[in-house]
């Protein structure tokens, strides 16, 4: 069974920046008060896409903020 280098290296890397982004992700959701627990464990796992959707859910928060006061003044 021969080990490829270049794959241990892939994963390790990939391990990495998973673990980089869960801690920025922790930081991102506790600033913004959006369950910082939940969305640090879906970068661990999920990494990149994690990333893609707490930004996702963020904006549609906003939107539905701006669309409430929008309503309210009218």
Known sequence: MT???A?????TLGYLLNIVLAIWT???ANKQNEQPIIWT????F?????IV??????LIKE?????????NEE
């Open 53 to 58: 959707l707490f930004y996702l859910f963020l």
């Open 3 to 5: 080990i490829n280098v």
């Open 41 to 44: 464990v879906m970068a661990l």
């Open 26 to 28: 922790y930081r991102e």
């Open 7 to 11: 794959s241990i290296v892939k994963l």
């Open 63 to 71: 939107l539905k903020i701006l669309n409430q006061k929008l309503g």
């Open 46 to 50: 999920f990494g990149l896409l994690a």
